[in-house]
């Protein structure tokens, strides 16, 4: 069973720039698959972006070249980096874990949440 905690989450104006962290604790992550969601009242979850054990990134096409998310399995934790935001960020943000490509389930934080306004 993995824990995650999600912070770092706050009011930011349009332009500016929040560092998102998830710390996971009840096993190690360094061979998971972790990644980062949100979610909008109303809308369905989508990601955000995903790193691999090896380090391999992924990201939607919205915050590519703004977002950055990176690992410290050290700390077992996962950043995500967000630079430029926009109003259309605004929603909560989700930390995620999976065991491995193969696996059929996840597990999720609570949520972190980033208003985005001026």
């Known amino acids: 069973q993995v824990q995650l905690v999600e912070s770092g989450g706050g009011l930011v104006q349009p332009g500016g720039s929040l560092r998102l962290s998830c710390a996971a604790s009840?096993?190690?992550?360094?061979?998971?698959?972790m990644g980062w969601y949100r979610q909008a009242p109303g809308k369905q979850r989508e990601l955000v972006a995903t790193?691999?054990?090896?380090?391999?990134?992924n990201y939607a096409g919205s915050v590519k070249g703004r977002f950055t998310i990176s690992r410290e399995n050290a700390k077992n934790t996962v950043y995500l980096q967000m630079t430029s935001l926009h109003h259309e960020d605004t929603t909560v943000y989700y930390c995620?874990?999976?065991?491995?490509?193969?696996?059929?389930?996840?597990?999720w934080g609570q949520g972190t949440q980033v208003p985005v306004s001026s």
């Open positions: 995620n874990a999976k065991p491995s490509p193969f696996t059929t389930y996840s597990y």
């Open positions: 790193i691999t054990a090896g380090g391999s990134t």
């Open positions: 009840g096993s190690i992550i360094s061979i998971y698959t």
